[in-house]
């Protein structure tokens, strides 16, 4: 009980907007906090939802919920790297391969496994995944070195959406950042400079400060995959019903990954003036400045 009062007390610090203006290093502070924390509390529920009846909860709660907060560390780190993918649009990214996007790729799903781990009351490094253009590959070291690739069913209907929105896909900048990349439809270039989802961007490169869009919107991608580990709350509930002969095909080459960010992010105020949390960290990490709310 008392670990849970202590716990909804940090995010309430956390997420508080102190209502005087904040220099960038108060908003890093502030960002931090909220990214270690938010990761320490998915882990340390989900750890507990999936603990044996022989383990006691406040054990298993606090185990993982510190498991939990080395994940967001180490997720905050290749968010905070981002930064650099801008240097690689801005020398001219689709004349050559942008590592700092790949490597920032690798080292967010690094935390992230942690964090998935960590929810289904595992090791921290029990098991590895990452998603790439859609396919989200997991391999466990503890299973008899498992692994197994899966189509992103929410990937697939960002990429229709794009389409049909008009939006051009490109596929040279695509390869060179790891993630589908559009450019937005000309008749949008009035109003849009960018726009995101989970492993699909699309830029408008008319716009004043695209070099800085492109960290902006990778940002975005991350922070879809941020709560994906909630569902895993449903693996032991669920695993019986996994393992029924209609589901168990299904189950094996397709991730059902549910935007849960989507619904935070609605629920705030309209992104004008970074008043919208999830924006606000985006320009964050892409500008590495103070950002006025």
């Known amino acids: 009980m008392r670990i849970r009062v202590v716990v909804l007390i940090l995010i309430v610090l956390a997420s508080v907007n102190c209502g005087y203006p904040q220099k960038y290093d108060s908003q890093q502070a502030e960002i ?22 022989e383990e006691k909860l406040h054990v298993v709660l606090a185990k993982n919920f510190l ?26 990214a689709n004349q050559r391969f942008s590592w700092n996007a790949w490597m920032d790729r690798f080292l967010y799903y690094a935390g992230h496994s942690i964090v998935c ?11 590895f995944q990452i998603n790439l253009y859609g396919i989200n590959f997991y391999y466990s070291i503890t299973d008899s070195n498992h692994f197994q690739p899966k189509l ?24 060179n950042y790891g993630i589908y990349y559009f ?27 695209t070099t800085n869009n492109v960290s902006h919107e990778f940002i975005h991608g991350f922070q879809f995959a941020d709560y994906f580990p909630i ?33 935070f992010y609605v ?4 992104p004008w003036h970074y008043k919208n949390y999830y924006e606000y960290e985006a320009r964050h990490f892409a500008i590495r400045a103070h950002v006025e709310r």
């Open 117 to 127: 781990n960590a929810s289904l009351n595992k090791k921290p490094w029990e098991s």
């Open 183 to 209: 450019d937005v439809n000309p008749k949008d270039h009035g109003f849009r400079c960018g726009i995101a989802t989970y492993n699909v961007i699309a830029l408008n490169e008319s716009c004043q400060g």
């Open 231 to 263: 569902s895993l709350y449903a693996y032991k509930p669920l695993k019986n019903f996994k393992s029924q002969k209609l589901i168990k095909p299904i189950d094996r080459y397709v991730i059902f990954d549910i935007p849960y960010q989507y619904l």
């Open 267 to 270: 629920l705030q105020p309209k």
């Open 152 to 175: 992103s069913l929410y990937t697939l209907g960002a990429l229709i959406k794009f389409g049909l929105d008009g939006n051009k896909f490109d596929l040279k900048n695509s390869l």
């Open 32 to 53: 931090l906090t909220f990214n270690v924390l938010l990761n320490g509390v998915i882990g340390g529920i989900g750890g507990a939802i999936n603990k044996s009846k």
């Open 67 to 92: 498991i939990g907060c080395l994940g967001g560390s180490v997720k905050y780190l290749a968010k905070y790297d981002a930064y650099n993918i801008s240097y690689d649009h801005a020398l001219g």
